[in-house]
């Protein structure tokens, strides 16, 4: 099993389109974020929890499921990076490889020292852009695959029954 470990604030404040979303509204960029680590997951069947610095968010440690990702805010006077490499040693084991995604120079090599893989924030981008052409590319095939209706038409009386549907005929 694969699991990829999210410094969320870090991928946050690393990634253009989350960079300016957090200016404006910063649990926004939060929910983006998830959004895409969703999307991330369902393409690569990776297990994903992201991590985020509680400081930033008011009361004290959660944990909770979204769109199968795990997100967790640390306890109180407990950073991301902590929990970070609290969870890749407690999750690591022979069957199991993790991936850390943070570009904290000094958090790659923690956890690099624990056998997990790093990957910084960049990285993780491109990797996104890719899953999302790789996406697009796929719903275009699903798409040409099926036809517009089960009844061959052609394409003058197909725009009769569309001004038929709308009324305009």
Known sequence: MNILLVDGYNIIGAWPELKELKER????????????????????????????????????????????????????????????????????NIKTQIHVATSDFTEQWVIFGQGALRKSARELLNEMNHIDREIEKSVKRTTKKKPASKIALSDEVAEIFEKWRRGQL
Do not use: C, P
Not at 58 to 80: D, H, L, P, S
């Open 25 to 92: 509204d910063f649990s926004a960029a939060r929910d983006r974020l998830i959004e895409r680590m969703a999307e991330y997951q369902a393409f690569t069947g990776f297990r994903v929890i992201i991590v985020f610095d509680a400081h930033f968010v008011q009361g004290t440690q959660r944990k909770y499921e979204n769109y199968k990702i795990e997100v967790i805010f640390t306890k109180e006077n407990e950073t991301a990076d902590e929990r970070i490499e609290k969870l890749a040693s407690d999750l690591n």
